[in-house]
């Protein structure tokens, strides 16, 4: 089992920077990869970045690239999501994945309790 603790959250101003941390804890595999989403106000939750399995190399989503940048350290597993220039768009919950492969290629994905990100004018 796996558990994922998010923080970082809160109030952000228009254009100000705001950095999320998430925490994983518990049974911990070398091909696990970890990432991040946002649930807006559509209530869809988009991939905003992730880590590729294998190459261990960051992957955005084409429309999220740009703003947000996503680093991890390993030896806390822990990642984080930097926003660079809040736009009102971002508010919504951000959510941690984290994505367990299976020998057969299927995965299960398992998520945090979201941090909540409010922008403000």
């Known amino acids: 089992q796996v558990q994922l603790v998010e923080s970082g959250g809160g109030l952000a101003l228009v254009g100000r920077s705001l950095r999320l941390s998430c925490v994983a804890s518990g049974d911990i595999e070398s091909e696990d990869t970890m990432g991040w989403f946002r649930q807006g106000t559509d209530k869809h939750r988009d991939l905003i970045a992730r880590?590729?399995?294998?190459?261990?190399?960051?992957m955005y989503e084409d429309s999220m690239e740009g703003r947000f940048t996503i680093s991890r350290d390993a030896a806390k597993k822990a990642v984080y999501l930097e926003i660079h220039s809040v736009k009102s768009e971002d508010t919504g919950i951000f959510y941690c994945?984290?994505?367990?492969?299976?020998?057969?290629?299927?995965?299960?994905?398992?998520w945090g309790q979201g941090t909540q990100v409010t922008v403000s004018a």
């Open positions: 994945n984290f994505r367990r492969y299976h020998s057969d290629s299927s995965w299960s994905d398992y």
């Open positions: 880590y590729r399995k294998g190459s261990g190399q960051p």
